[in-house]
């Protein structure tokens, strides 16, 4: 016979013996028909009892192996509790299927084995390098190093490129990020690649090598971001950074004596434009000059001419009407232009002896000033 059987034999669950064997229960009316509730008591000391038959003990030493399981309990029970960090969002699991996802803060869940969490950092700035791998994640001492499978791009001007460039994203829905795609790192990786040849093929070499980078960088994060939206990963792309963008090395001394044969030729252009910009407007400047001498010119001779033949009606009129006064005005008028800046002396020849014959009106004219 078993040792569960010698416990049970001759005792029923609840410590009284087995039914219809003629017994009656505690409060019974002797007729085995009715049976009441069981005694909480009775169950304890049964279940005291039956651990210290089992564990060959007296009934005082079961006492802590019942507080330890209590404790035990708690503990399990307990386990259940779960915090989430600020930089982090819980996504619950209940036999491995999505529950719902917690924000930061202490929340509960089910415990092990029924339901668990888990934490993923959905503020962290996740990178990927594309076209290269630094030194530490390609073994080398220093420096990069180049993957050419990745780096050479086909531009639009059938043009080969050399360009690197990194891959900024975060997590926006842990849910999705977690169950939708397997592999985060590569998946950004094809996605973006994907991207910039697109981008790569639609653009000149030049364009792509100078001014042009910022507008590809602001393309190939958009068509990522896309790309990944239709994959339902929960990745957002914050920034695409290229890091590098030259020809081929096989070819780059060729392509830098080009571009420095266009960049003398910009330079030539430009101080030729400012010289232009410098002789063009100075040049109508005096040309307008000119002109306005001139117009000035014409018009002082123009008016002077009228003011002339003015005057010379003038005095023909006032000819005719008094031809001797006229022409007596018209002597001494010219006298007085004509002997203006002369010295002039006055000898009256018909003076008697006694008078001094000599008038020296300049001489006079001086004294007179002096005084």
Do not use: C
């Not at 050419?148 to 994203?169: H, K, R």
């Not at 910022?214 to 994060?221: F, P, W």
């Not at 890091?243 to 101080?271: L, T």
Request: glycine share 8%; hydrophobic share 35%; net charge neutral.
């Amino acid at each position: 016979m078993s040792f569960k059987d010698k416990i049970f034999k001759n005792q029923s669950p609840w410590g009284s013996p087995p039914p219809g064997g003629g017994g009656r229960m505690p409060g019974g009316n002797g007729s085995g028909s009715r049976q009441d509730p069981p005694n909480l008591d009775d169950i304890i000391k049964n279940f005291q009892k039956t651990i210290n038959k089992f564990s060959g003990g007296k009934s005082g030493s079961s006492r802590p192996i019942i507080i330890g399981l209590l404790i035990l309990a708690l503990l399990y029970v307990a386990s259940g509790l779960y915090r989430v960090l600020p930089d982090e969002q819980g996504v619950v699991l209940r036999f491995g299927k999505y529950v719902n996802t917690t924000q930061p803060g202490l929340h509960y869940h089910f415990p092990t084995p029924f339901e668990r969490v888990l934490t993923p950092k959905v503020t962290k700035v996740n990178r990927v390098d594309v076209g290269f791998r630094p030194a530490s994640d390609s073994g080398r001492s220093s420096g990069v190093g180049n993957v050419p499978e990745e780096s050479l791009m086909l531009t639009g001007d059938e043009n080969i490129v050399d360009i690197n460039y990194s891959v900024f994203w975060v997590i926006k829905d842990a849910q999705k990020f977690l169950f939708n795609i397997q592999s985060p790192i590569e998946t950004v990786k094809a996605a973006s690649e994907t991207a910039m040849r697109e981008v790569i093929a639609k653009n000149r070499i030049q364009n792509i090598l100078t001014e042009g980078r910022s507008k590809i960088e602001i393309e190939v994060q958009d068509i990522t971001q896309i790309i990944l939206d239709e994959y339902g990963s929960g990745i957002q792309v914050t920034q695409v950074q290229t890091q590098q963008a030259d020809p081929p090395e096989q070819v780059i001394d060729a392509f830098r004596d080009v571009q420095a044969a266009r960049a003398d030729r910009e330079r030539s252009k430009n101080e030729a434009e400012a010289y232009a910009n410098d002789v063009i407007p100075r040049a109508r400047g005096e040309a307008e000059q000119v002109l306005q001498q001139a117009e000035a010119y014409k018009k002082e001779v123009v008016a002077k001419a009228e003011g002339e033949a003015s005057r010379f009606l003038a005095i023909y009129n006032e000819y005719k009407n008094a031809k001797q006064v006229t022409q007596e005005r018209m002597y001494l008028e010219t006298m007085e232009k004509v002997l203006a800046d002369i010295d002039k002396v006055i000898i009256d020849k018909e003076s008697g002896s006694g008078v001094v014959p000599y008038l020296p009106l300049p001489e006079l004219k001086k004294s007179g000033v002096n005084n």
